[in-house]
């Protein structure tokens, strides 16, 4: 149980173009979903974090208006990175949860989505 | 805000050998520690988790403690394999403003020889 998957696994897209990746929860609700950036080498780090239904919050430094985050169902959220350009390219990696807000619970990520900006 | 602190960087160990991968906290509040393992080109995948109320989880050839006065917890992997080789993560979690914030290390990238 507790699978969650990402689409696309890769893509490839010009500078100023828009791109949208896919998080879902395949087997489980997930009231909690989160958005990572992970550049090679280097560890996870939180850009979003969306519940159902409301706005995404963002870390401080990430842009909002950049990076859209959409919590449309309780199995899906996308993030949509919006005219994008070469140094927005990295792995993007989704992570939901399935418990209430405010309890101790288990993070389940995503495969992972590669995002290369020509 | 939390800091996670997660040594060694890196980790060769012979088949059949254990590992032990530490990491501290700062945050007393944090109450979850999941332990994720990284395989190139995937996302993080959980393999052990521990909570502040549990000293010590184990599951087959992996165990974890946790320390919760040093604020230290640690993975140890035992008669390891080459498939075991991957870039481990810990994290430290707490609620915070109505859901969960996780802070992972940096992680450790662990090649195990045969």
């Known amino acids: 149980g507790a699978v969650v998957s990402q689409h696309p696994s890769w893509v490839i897209c010009k500078s100023g173009t828009s791109v949208k990746i896919e998080c879902r929860s395949l087997d489980f609700q997930a009231t909690t979903m989160f958005w990572y950036r992970q550049f090679p080498k280097q560890s996870l780090m939180l850009m979003a974090t969306?519940?159902?239904?409301?706005?995404?919050?963002?870390e401080q430094g990430v842009e909002k208006d950049k990076f859209l985050i959409n919590h449309a169902s309780l199995t899906l959220s996308t993030l949509t990175v919006t005219s994008a350009h070469p140094e927005d390219s990295s792995f993007y990696i989704c992570?939901?949860?399935?418990?209430?807000?405010?309890?101790?619970?288990?993070?389940?990520f995503g495969p992972g989505t590669r995002l290369t900006v020509l | 805000g939390e800091n996670v602190e997660q040594h060694p960087s890196t980790l060769s160990v012979q088949e059949g050998d254990s590992a032990v991968i530490k990491c501290t906290y700062s945050?007393?509040?944090?109450?979850?520690f999941p332990w994720y393992k990284q395989e190139l080109g995937k996302g993080p995948q959980l393999i052990i988790d521990i909570r502040s109320n549990v000293g010590e989880k184990k599951d087959q050839r992996i165990a974890v403690t946790l320390n919760k006065t040093a604020k230290h917890f640690s993975l140890h992997i035992t008669e390891t394999q080459p498939e075991d080789s991957a870039v481990y993560f810990c994290a430290a979690s707490k609620s915070s403003g109505g859901y969960q914030k996780v802070t992972f290390g940096i992680g450790t990238k662990l090649q195990v020889i045969p």
């Open positions: 945050d007393s509040a944090s109450n979850y």
């Open positions: 969306s519940n159902e239904g409301s706005k995404a919050t963002y």
């Open positions: 992570s939901a949860r399935s418990q209430p807000s405010g309890t101790t619970d288990t993070q389940y």
